[in-house]
């Protein structure tokens, strides 16, 4: 019975968004301000219906409910809670359900919240969500119903993906979908621009907190995929190149291209044109992935269950929406008139340099990811090859170098004429921290691959550069330090927020450098109570014991670690089988300081009567590891530092008006007037 | 010039919107859900040994049994539902003459004798493999798959997924005409 209610809200939730999605545009034409109010109340609605839709689907996992087709494939009674309801969106049916909830949700946002937006573009944004949404509900409803019934119901469900039964792979779909799903936003407001053929600095201001939350989201929703990874799979490592993994990341790339580019567009009324394609791109990279993903034209450990059908539909979708956003900007946006001029070497300059780099590497991803697909399509079926890290390693690292000096510059020039000299001079404390860096690496580790002091170099510079900045601002030790607490909490939160991000990142180079160069091995087949020694540490097998979890039975091995004779750690790792989903996993066992990471896994069994008392053991030394979600951290925090500026949420032109109380009761929001 | 340049992102899309779609449509992609052929494809089937499911069922059988003429074995269960929706096409593979052969896959001994009871027995021969370790030596995946099984005891094919009439007639017919045939 619940069920079918959720299926009639679905039903429902399209009707409105086809109503959204023609009537505030009509009005938005006409200048009907009654017309173009329909918007707000149709895209609460929706979000009202698309929460007892997904409710209702939450309902039927939670309980068992097998007779719905999805809960049969995707739960069964015995999972623990948390991963029935994780398994919600742990499947197609119920994840497009989640994307379009999320969808309606940023729309039912811009309803309430966007009370200052000038009534026609706020209609007009609107209006495209809605049409987003159409064409997804749609999708859903017609080839991936998460209401379809089975009969007669099965007794017991087929369980969930035991990959995907993992506290930190429960909560990393619904991180990335609010990133993946947020860049709409700039994609509605850059498409309502096209159509009203009018980019202000008043735009950019609006965007730019759609695009920083979506980027903040999706910063945390990779970084914590990517921490799966590395405990989870076991493989050591925390990012494949895998094509799901860039299917994440592309967006990520543009999306940071557009929160910078944006900047440009409020503070200078420049490069419009440029961050409407880009607001453009980014989104189409969200449904890309989305496509990638959902049709199974590539095959991943992520693939979900692939169906050509929805292929199709999907790409439709996407030919609809990438290529009419694309066709309407080649259409209007060479009548943009461009703004304010500058110099080459000034603030501009540097976020125009940025913006190349970034788009650079995004299409370098691009290339990497779609390349085999292309080849395959050319070739008839006949030639497969994949494209895999060495060839990303490659390309990928050589922008992010001039991308990271740059970084460290940019924030030095000033806007319009940058002074190269003064900026030079404010650089010297990161040349400084950056030749120390690399000497002191050379001499710590001098048998390293030879890079590896360069790239911490780097990473010195960028956190060095990013700090002086930071003091620069607030006078540190070049005036009392009362002055500078004074600054200091007169700082823009969102000038804090890019520092912090900044510095995130430094931090992250510094994990990825230390995690790649400076990585040692251990393989090895070991019996209870063998010792082995290697990676500068000794590796004794205690013991392996078996047993069984709520669905699963499990063989729990017990590491001992010492080192030099003393005893480090002793940990505990798991390979699990899964006996519905016939699938087996391991728990890698990890003893983390903030230094490094001591990582044991246990493997498969001896086959032959000889072996079948060992396993087969790996153990890895990870340097530096935690600190790349530690900088991921940092990155996310400096978001929401920035994002909670009131600068963000507070129009340019009505400053002075919001000081006062709001005029109009909240819960009848009437149009602001348009200046 | 500029015309141009804003209309280079659109035919770019244009160009990756037809390859995708080319992708897309090619039935003889698609229609293979095992396109990362098996390894195990045109190697000696792996030894495996099964006892019988139960006294009154016909089996128990080792890789050595299926040698001397071309053999289907299909890995099936009880309890999966896919496995029933491809159990007439398994009966009439047998009843048109072919050697099908059973592996009963994470079963357990009343429920697999019970279902075969109901539905019908058509395999020549049925392994029980309670504990998948028969299934993993030939790299099962999930239930069902079909192998064929050529004289020499080489895998010529694998086909993961329910049999379906087209599946049948365009994988598996032929198949085994080829190598009954060469």
């Keep these: 019975m619940i069920a079918e209610i959720g299926q009639y809200v679905l039903i429902a939730a399209l009707v409105l968004a086809a109503v959204q999605a023609i009537v505030p545009l009509w009005g938005a034409a006409r200048g009907d301000a009654g017309l173009m109010m329909v918007g707000d109340r149709t895209a609460i609605a929706q979000a009202a219906a698309l929460l007892i839709a997904f409710a209702a689907l939450t309902h039927g996992f939670v309980t068992s409910d097998f007779s719905l ?36 949700l940023f729309s039912a946002a811009v309803a309430v919240y966007g009370r200052n937006l000038p009534p026609t573009l706020k209609a007009r944004v609107l209006s495209i969500q809605a049409m987003i949404g159409f064409a997804f509900l749609a999708f859903i409803i017609f080839t991936s119903n998460p209401f379809a019934r089975l009969s007669p119901a099965p007794l017991d469900g087929t369980g969930l993906n035991p990959l ?80 799901v993994e860039n299917a994440s990341f592309m967006p990520w790339l543009f999306g940071t291209a557009l929160l910078h580019s944006s900047i440009v567009v409020e503070k200078r009324d420049a490069l419009k044109s440029w961050t409407i394609l880009l607001a453009i791109l980014t989104f189409s990279m969200s449904l890309l992935g989305t496509f990638l993903v959902r049709s199974g034209v590539l095959t991943s450990v992520h693939a979900f269950a692939t169906d050509p059908e929805r292929g199709v539909f999907i790409l439709a979708i996407l030919a609809i929406a990438i290529g009419g956003a694309l066709t309407l900007f080649a259409v209007r946006a060479p009548g943009m008139k461009g703004g304010g001029l500058f110099a080459p070497a000034s603030r501009e300059g540097a976020l125009i340099a940025n913006n190349m780099l970034l788009t650079l590497a995004a299409a370098t991803v691009l290339l990497g990811t779609l390349y085999p697909l292309i080849l395959e399509a050319l070739s008839g079926g ?70 590896a002091p360069f790239a911490m170099g780097l990473a010195a510079w960028l956190a060095a550069g990013t700090i002086a900045e930071w003091g620069g601002r607030i006078k540190l030790f070049s005036s009392p330090p009362s002055v500078s607490w004074r600054r200091l909490s007169g700082q823009p939160r969102s000038a804090s927020g890019m520092s912090l991000a900044h510095l995130g990142l430094a931090i992250m180079i510094v994990g990825i ?82 230094l490094s990471d001591l990582y044991g896994v246990i493997g498969e069994r001896g086959r032959t009567p000889e072996t079948a008392d060992a396993w087969t053991v790996r153990f890895f030394v990870n340097p530096l590891v935690p600190w790349i979600w530690l900088g991921a951290l940092v990155m996310v925090f400096g978001g929401f530092l920035s994002l909670s500026d009131r600068r963000h949420r507070v129009g340019a032109p009505r400053r002075a008006a919001n000081t006062a109380p709001p005029a109009n009761p909240p819960t009848q929001p009437l149009p602001a007037p348009a200046e | 010039m500029r015309r141009l340049v804003v209309i280079l992102p659109v035919a770019i899309f244009a160009a990756l919107l037809g390859v995708m779609g080319a992708l897309l449509t090619d039935g003889e992609r698609n229609n ?51 496995c029933l929706a491809e159990h007439p096409l398994i009966t009439q593979l047998a009843a048109d003459g072919a050697r099908v052969y059973g592996i009963n896959h994470r079963d357990k001994s009343a429920d697999a004798v019970t279902w075969l009871r109901r539905h019908g027995n058509p395999y020549k021969a049925i392994g029980f493999d309670a504990d998948a370790r028969a299934s993993l030596e030939w790299g099962v995946t999930g239930v069902p798959e079909t192998f064929i099984i050529d004289a ?17 007639k365009q994988k598996i017919l032929p198949k085994l005409r080829e190598i009954e045939g060469g």
Excluded at chain 1, 70 to 86: A, D, I
Excluded at chain 1, 387 to 396: D, H, K
Excluded at chain 1, 560 to 567: A, M, N, P, V
């Design chain 1, 69 to 104: 087709s999805v809960v049969f494939q995707n739960s069964h009674s015995l999972k623990p809670m948390l991963y029935k309801v994780s398994g919600v969106w742990g499947n197609h049916e119920g994840s497009m359900l989640l994307w379009v909830l999320v969808l309606a």
């Design chain 1, 164 to 243: 995907l039964q993992d506290p930190g792979l429960a909560f990393h779909p619904p991180l990335l979908y609010l990133g993946y799903v947020g860049f709409s936003m700039a994609f509605s407001f850059a498409i309502a621009a096209l159509i009203e053929g009018r980019v202000d600095a008043a735009w950019g201001r609006w965007v730019r907190p759609w695009t920083l939350a979506a980027w903040t989201f999706l910063t945390g929703g990779i970084a914590l995929g990517s921490w799966w990874a590395y405990y989870e799979l076991g493989w050591g490592g925390w990012w494949f190149w895998d094509p």
């Design chain 1, 382 to 451: 006949e030639t497969r090859v994949s494209v895999g890290p060495p060839f990303f390693n490659a390309t990928f690292g050589p922008i992010m170098v001039p991308l990271v000096l740059l970084m460290a510059i940019g924030p030095l020039m000033a806007w319009k004429r940058g002074n190269l000299r003064t900026a030079s001079r404010k650089i010297i404390p990161a040349a400084i921290a950056a030749l120390l860096a690399i000497g002191v690496t050379f001499l710590a580790v001098p048998d390293g691959p030879g890079l």
């Design chain 1, 513 to 594: 450098t230390g995690s790649s160069a400076w990585r040692t091995e251990l393989v090895t087949t070991l019996s209870p109570g063998e010792t082995v020694e290697g990676a500068g540490y000794a590796v004794t097998l205690e013991s392996v014991t078996e047993g069984r979890g709520p669905n699963y039975s499990f063989e729990r091995a017990t590491l001992r670690i010492e080192e030099d004779g003393e005893l480090v750690t002793t940990m505990h790792t798991e390979r699990r089988f899964f006996p519905i989903a016939n699938q087996t996993t391991t728990e890698a066992g990890i003893r983390t300081t903030l």
């Design chain 2, 32 to 82: 293979d859900p095992s396109r990362l052929p098996s390894p195990l494809v045109g190697k000696p089937a792996p030894a495996i040994s099964l006892p019988a499911v139960a006294d009154n069922i016909p089996g128990g059988f080792s890789t050595e049994d299926l040698k001397g003429q071309v053999t289907i074995v299909n890995v099936f269960a009880s309890w999966c539902i896919p």
């Design chain 2, 152 to 168: 020499n005891g080489t895998i010529a094919y694998k086909h993961a997924g329910p049999i379906t009439p087209e599946v049948l």
